[in-house]
């Protein structure tokens, strides 16, 4: 069965501090990670995707076949990071994309 | 191209009554996506659609809800009748076939009173 699992439905840390966004999946193919953010009252935007290997907004996030994780992470909170946070799964085929029930982060001052 | 265009943007109605959702994805997409977004249960996929033709709508709550897609520009979700559990963000979002990035709508805010 396909799968996304985002374990904290809520992460609160202070301001400099490092933070991570757990995330697993269950899928037999070959996968296509995706990170998504939902700033206050915005739409769903693209954070990352594990193709690309990139660093966005400081955050960065690699894909652990043998963990079967994707796991965000930043090294630094902003305040501005504060957002709901969606890990995604595209299947192959690339018909669906699943997405983990999100986990709020909340950095405090 | 102003992105995926859901309308209306809020909608409040009264148990019992119809509601219609829609929703005009990037032009060129070829995947559209009907999600429900609530506190509770997160993002939730309802249907998708792949090239007009529903794929997958495993995910649709009840026979009270119904999507179509009559042309690669438009697309509607119904719930009738609608009832005060259905409250939650619907969103829409569409992709080229293959796979890729999910481009969303702003979301339809839906009140049932």
């Known amino acids: 069965a396909q799968r996304v699992t985002q374990p904290e439905k809520l992460l609160s840390v202070f301001k400099g501090a490092p933070v991570e966004l757990k995330c697993n999946y269950s899928y037999s193919g070959s996968p296509e990670l995706f990170w998504y953010v939902q700033y206050s009252r915005q739409r769903l935007q693209l954070l990352l995707r594990h193709i690309s290997r990139e660093s966005i907004k400081g955050f960065t996030a690699d894909l652990n076949k043998g963990e079967t994780s994707f796991h965000l992470k930043k090294p630094f909170a902003q305040e501005e990071d504060s957002a709901m946070y969606y890990c995604a799964l595209g299947t192959t085929g690339g018909f669906k994309t699943i997405f983990g029930a999100g986990t709020r982060l909340f950095v405090k001052a | 191209d102003a992105g995926v265009i859901q309308s209306p943007r809020h909608e409040v109605t009264e148990m019992g009554q119809e509601v219609t959702l829609r929703c005009k994805p990037i032009s060129g997409h070829n995947s559209l996506f009907w999600y429900r977004q609530t506190m509770m249960r997160g993002l939730e996929l309802l249907i998708y659609?792949?090239?007009?033709?529903?794929?997958?709508d495993s995910g649709m709550p009840e026979d009270r809800f119904s999507a179509k897609m009559p042309n690669a520009s438009f697309s509607t979700l119904k719930i009738q009748p609608s009832e005060p559990r259905d409250s939650a963000v619907y969103f829409c979002?569409?992709?080229?076939?293959?796979?890729?990035?999910?481009?969303f709508g702003q979301g339809t805010r839906l009140t049932v009173v």
């Open positions: 659609f792949n090239n007009n033709v529903p794929i997958d």
């Open positions: 979002a569409s992709s080229h076939a293959g796979g890729g990035e999910a481009f």
